[in-house]
């Protein structure tokens, strides 16, 4: 009998095109492996008039896919990590942490101007707290507009002069092919990355041996311990679409490199640690290392 599993993805451009580099991933690893996708639409994909802070709740773009897993509809879900939180639905588990992609946010501007470029009361259209009061740190001469949609719906708007730049994941450009559209690359000491930025989650059911298997293969040690990490960070704090949390983990030879950032849910009171630490031996204890510095963050 030919092996086969369903895959769980939403089925925005962004979402197929990174489901499916990693489903023919797992083809490459498992020849005769026959993979099947199910499309799933989320509370967040549906909700497109208010920013996701406004929306409520946790795992606004997982909750539905949880349920096919759960229901036995797919053997596995693919996701971008950052919007994964802390806390999977029970019974169900994060697999396999892939290769990671760039992790930085970048600007992209209509007249190709650069952050520092940018004119007094320029129009930058994001959905993320997080980058709101980061941008707002270095620039509060800037207007800060909510926008929502898709990467090419983001685009789009900016073209037509909604907005005079917007900022977004330069992974997501890359995996579209739109890396080119980038106007700068923010870097973390600019903008720090959300939690696991750039970094796919494979989540499975924990009772599935044979699909744990399965994608196993595909795990990357440095990754799952970094976005280990940076998780660490999100559950110390209670991470939320309502608060605004950042988090970067690096290696540098033999040491992990962590900083975090905290605001106040109104955008207040922005704080920035870093820790450094040995290069943990698991995703466990770089989860350890996160937490702690998340409670300092919390105290600060």
């Not at 509809?73 to 939180?85: C, E, G, N, T």
């Not at 719906?153 to 890396?179: F, N, P, Q």
């Not at 903008?191 to 009772?207: F, K, N, T």
Request: glycine fraction near 10%; proline fraction near 5%; charge should be neutral.
């Amino acid at each position: 009998m030919t092996a086969r599993v369903v895959v769980a993805t939403r089925k925005s451009a962004l979402a197929l095109a990174q489901s499916r580099a990693w489903m023919r991933a797992l083809e490459a690893a498992h020849p005769g492996l026959v993979v099947e996708e199910l499309h799933v639409v989320t509370t967040g994909d549906r909700v497109q008039d208010r920013a996701l802070s406004e929306i409520g709740g946790k795992g606004l773009f997982i909750k539905e896919i949880e349920e096919a897993l759960l229901e036995g509809r797919a053997h596995i879900a693919v996701h971008s990590i950052k919007d994964v939180p802390a806390d999977l639905a029970p019974g169900l588990m994060l697999a396999c942490i892939p290769e990671r992609e760039d992790p930085r946010d970048v600007l992209v501007t209509r007249s190709g101007e650069k952050l520092a470029e940018l004119p007094r009361g320029a129009r930058i259209g994001t959905s993320s707290l997080r980058r709101k009061v980061q941008l707002a740190r270095g620039r509060p001469d800037l207007e800060i507009l909510p926008l929502r949609g898709n990467v090419d719906t983001r685009l789009r708007k900016l073209s037509e002069g909604l907005v005079d730049g917007i900022v977004l994941a330069r992974a997501g450009l890359v995996r579209l092919g739109l890396a080119e559209r980038a106007t700068e690359v923010l870097e973390p000491h600019v903008c720090l990355p959300a939690v696991g930025q750039g970094a796919l989650g494979i989540e499975i059911s924990e009772r599935d041996d044979r699909v744990r298997d399965l994608v196993s293969a595909l795990e990357h040690t440095e990754t799952a311990r970094r976005v280990a990490a940076e998780r660490g960070v999100m559950r110390a704090v209670g991470g939320s679409c309502q608060l605004p949390v950042a988090a970067y983990a690096e290696r540098d030879g033999e040491q992990l490199l962590l900083t975090g950032f905290l605001a106040d849910p109104d955008g207040s009171n922005g704080r920035q640690r870093s820790v450094r630490a040995p290069w943990p031996s698991s995703a466990a204890e770089a989860a350890g290392v996160g937490e702690a510095l998340g409670a300092e963050l919390l105290g600060a």
